[in-house]
């Protein structure tokens, strides 16, 4: 039996996107690879999560998470997927 695929959605809105979400994108993106972890999170964007003020921000399993720091991405990434 396979786990649960798990999900990542990276806010693209403007606003998000702005701040920082482009380097969000690719610091997921290279967290995941080498975790191995590419078939058991599934990475996605979306417009708009509507907490402009707060972003850059990106939701992990439906949980929204507001102000994401390139810095702190891979120590709040292990938080949520830590093997």
Not at 45 to 56: D, I, V, W
Request: charged residues 20%.
């Amino acid at each position: 039996m396979t786990a649960p695929l798990r999900e990542i959605v990276v806010c693209l809105g403007s606003a998000c996107f702005s701040r920082g979400n482009t380097t969000t994108i690719t610091a997921v993106q290279e967290y995941i690879k080498v975790r191995g972890l590419e078939n058991e999170i599934n990475v996605t964007g979306t417009l708009c999560q509507h907490k402009c003020r707060e972003g850059p921000n990106i939701a992990i399993d439906g949980e929204c998470l507001c102000g994401i720091n390139p810095d702190t991405l891979p120590a709040l990434l292990d938080q949520h997927f830590k093997q």
